[in-house]
């Protein structure tokens, strides 16, 4: 018997592992990814300012999964009815399987922005930000433009203005969101919250704010404002993985695309057990994982000793403990109803990357991580 995940994201990664414990031993396992290493992308913001930290939040897909075969390729179609996975480099077949490849970058059609913005996926995306943002900074009144402002836009503006104050660059960063309010898919004491903290990092603001075009010098707004920008970052929203055609399926609580085939994390949109749809976030996709890994285990289980009826699957209930966001080097955590910054924020988000770090095994790298992150508040 085979099960095969697609992705080695928060949610493949997570699950990956968790299916290594509770599957019978004689039940192959194989983990697809594109990339030998597991890329903790709720850090990848801090490698704009900080280079050194991309080792912090490599983790070798090797060193991070026990008994599952890690298989290095490209997925590039998945044949649900017939339980067979494309492959940049060949073909697999499964029984049971989960689609957690991730989704892409969302540029609605605009191709100027596609063209001339860069987005931040991958590492390479992180230096890139860094290298434009370091040339702009040796000209004239340099403007640094991110659009976008999620939780993704948020880091990434906050970085850009502490990297221009370390530089000495008298550089103005400006964050753009087409919603009323920053982070607007959050409470409102957060989103609160979060605007005071990119005003007090020196990030101008603006919301009601809609993208329409971009070229190597400016971007266009609505109303055919031109607003000059050096540089040009892209956190405005995702998509489906090509694989999928750039759709992201919908699925219920129990998390089934397929009889035997379930989609989560990025990869779908998800409507949990109370039919509410769930955020795209890393602690959803852990979360997710953790109810697919039950289901999957049940359905392997039932196949293999047989019986009358399929097993009942657990559906997957969105209860988060809270948010966190970093804004270059202040941050800004929401606990229940209590929302904190400064210090304690800061604290509590380095606890959480190194928490997740150690999930996976990675232990010298959470522990980098820590040290790093106490190094760089000294100097704060």
Known sequence: MHVVVLGAGYAGLTLTRLLERDLPDDVALTLVDESPDHLVQHELHRVIRRPGLADDITVSLTDAVDRATVRVARVEDVDTDERTVFLSDGSLSYDVGAICIGAETAFYGLEGVREHAIALKRLEHAARIRSAALEAFGRSDPRLVVGGAGLSGVQVAGELAELAREEGATAQVT??????????????????????????????????????????????????????????????????????????????????????????????????????????????????????????????????????????????????????????????????????????????????????????????????????????????
Do not use: C, H, M
């Open 175 to 380: 964050l753009l969101e087409q919603f009323d309010d920053v982070a607007p898919n959050f409470p409102s004491n957060f989103r609160r919250a979060v605007r005071r903290a990119l005003e007090n990092a020196g990030v101008v603001v603006r919301t009601g704010t809609t993208v329409t075009d971009a070229d190597e010098a400016s971007v266009v707004l609505e109303g055919d404002e031109q607003l000059p920008a050096d540089v040009f970052v892209w956190t405005g929203g995702i998509r489906g993985p090509d694989a999928l055609e750039g759709a992201r399926p919908s699925v219920r609580g129990d998390l089934r695309l397929t009889d035997r085939t379930f989609a989560l994390g990025d990869a779908a949109r998800v409507v949990d057990a109370n039919g509410e749809p769930v955020p795209a976030s890393a602690q959803t996709a852990v979360r997710q994982a953790r109810t697919v890994a039950e289901n999957v285990s049940r359905l392997v289980e039932y196949d293999r000793e047989g019986g009358v009826f399929e097993p009942r699957l657990e559906s997957y209930t969105f209860d988060s403990p809270g948010w966190l966001v970093s804004v270059g080097n202040d941050a800004v955590a929401q606990l229940g109803p209590a929302v904190l910054t400064g210090r304690a924020a800061t604290a509590l988000k380095t606890t959480v990357g190194a928490g997740y770090l150690s999930s996976v095994g990675a232990i010298r790298n959470a522990a980098d991580l820590v040290q790093e992150e106490l190094r760089f508040a000294g100097g704060r």
